[in-house]
């Protein structure tokens, strides 16, 4: 376990730049990290990385100084175990919708006296050799970050409650699964998502915790920095994807 200078830089509302992951490449990670992005986001939900897959790609993170965030499959305390026993500095956390699922999570994410996450000496603790397994659970509840995503209604209308929980140290906007919540699939223009993202914006912003989405092509960091969001995240295949027609193009 080691200083978390993305959560110092969310306590302080800095901006943080991320970049999501959704395959097993570790020089992708390594890229990001020299390139100086403050956090990659491993995406263990939309991608067949398993936990084995993903402690490969924290060790690539932890090579090149980027800190590296997990979101999970789901939120069940089990299957966040098995992410930040092998070394997470983070969970992100998808399809939480009210103030009893994130505490429930945040609660396996944490150890005692925050929560109840299984303790062993495994990867994450360093294998119980650097340090005794009770300076370790003190260090880690301190230094772990946990991000929930807000990406439907329900969880929209209970914004508020869950900006409000404790341990939690900022939340995104997941903008294409809230969109379908909406109705409007993949319409992200549409007024009744731009409703809810207007008010994603202003819950946070009154909350004082760390609020960001995902940047998507044809939007700027500039824009979403006025609004006063923080975590603003980028898609490693987005960024391929654009060079690589920036310069197919240039053949015709």
Not at 16 to 32: D, N, R, S, T, W
Not at 51 to 69: D, G, Q, Y
Not at 116 to 141: F, H, I, Q
Not at 207 to 223: C, D, F, L, W, Y
């Given at each position: 376990?080691?200083?978390?200078?993305l959560?110092?830089?969310?306590?302080?509302?800095?901006?943080?730049?991320?970049?999501?992951?959704?395959?097993?490449h570790p020089?992708?990670?390594?890229?990001?990290?020299?390139?100086?992005?403050?956090?990659?986001?491993?995406d263990?939900e939309?991608?067949?990385?398993?936990?084995?897959?993903?402690?490969?790609?924290?060790?690539?993170?932890?090579?090149?100084?980027?800190?590296?965030?997990?979101?999970?499959p789901?939120?069940?305390?089990?299957?966040?175990?098995?992410?930040?026993?092998?070394?997470?500095?983070?969970?992100?956390?998808?399809?939480?919708?009210t103030?009893?699922?994130?505490?429930?999570?945040?609660?396996?994410?944490?150890?005692y006296?925050?929560?109840?996450?299984?303790?062993?000496?495994?990867?994450a603790?360093?294998?119980?050799?650097?340090?005794?397994?009770?300076?370790y659970v003190?260090?880690?509840?301190?230094?772990?970050?946990?991000?929930?995503?807000?990406?439907?209604?329900?969880?929209?209308?209970?914004?508020?409650?869950?900006?409000?929980?404790?341990?939690?140290?900022?939340?995104?906007?997941?903008?294409?699964?809230?969109?379908?919540?909406?109705?409007?699939?993949?319409?992200?223009q549409?007024?009744?998502?731009?409703?809810?993202?207007?008010?994603?914006?202003?819950?946070?912003?009154?909350?004082?915790?760390?609020?960001?989405?995902?940047?998507?092509?044809?939007?700027?960091?500039?824009?979403?920095?006025?609004?006063?969001l923080?975590?603003?995240?980028?898609?490693?295949?987005?960024?391929?994807?654009?060079?690589?027609?920036?310069?197919?193009?240039?053949?015709?």
């Amino acid at each position: 376990m080691y200083k978390n200078l993305l959560k110092e830089k969310l306590r302080r509302r800095e901006a943080v730049a991320g970049c999501m992951i959704q395959g097993f490449h570790p020089a992708l990670i390594e890229i990001c990290g020299l390139a100086g992005f403050d956090f990659v986001f491993i995406d263990a939900e939309h991608s067949a990385l398993t936990p084995s897959h993903c402690e490969e790609l924290v060790r690539a993170a932890e090579v090149r100084h980027t800190i590296p965030l997990i979101r999970v499959p789901n939120a069940e305390p089990d299957t966040i175990l098995r992410f930040m026993d092998i070394g997470a500095m983070g969970i992100i956390l998808p399809g939480v919708s009210t103030k009893e699922e994130t505490e429930k999570a945040i609660r396996a994410i944490k150890y005692y006296p925050q929560g109840n996450r299984g303790l062993n000496a495994v990867r994450a603790s360093d294998y119980g050799m650097t340090k005794p397994l009770s300076e370790y659970v003190m260090d880690a509840n301190k230094e772990t970050v946990v991000i929930a995503i807000i990406e439907n209604t329900i969880a929209i209308e209970n914004l508020a409650e869950i900006l409000a929980v404790d341990g939690l140290d900022g939340v995104i906007l997941g903008t294409s699964d809230l969109s379908q919540s909406l109705g409007v699939p993949g319409q992200g223009q549409h007024p009744s998502v731009q409703q809810a993202y207007h008010r994603f914006v202003n819950e946070g912003l009154k909350s004082g915790k760390a609020i960001g989405t995902v940047v998507r092509p044809g939007e700027t960091v500039k824009e979403y920095l006025d609004a006063g969001l923080a975590i603003l995240i980028t898609s490693a295949y987005s960024l391929f994807g654009k060079e690589a027609k920036r310069f197919v193009g240039e053949f015709k």
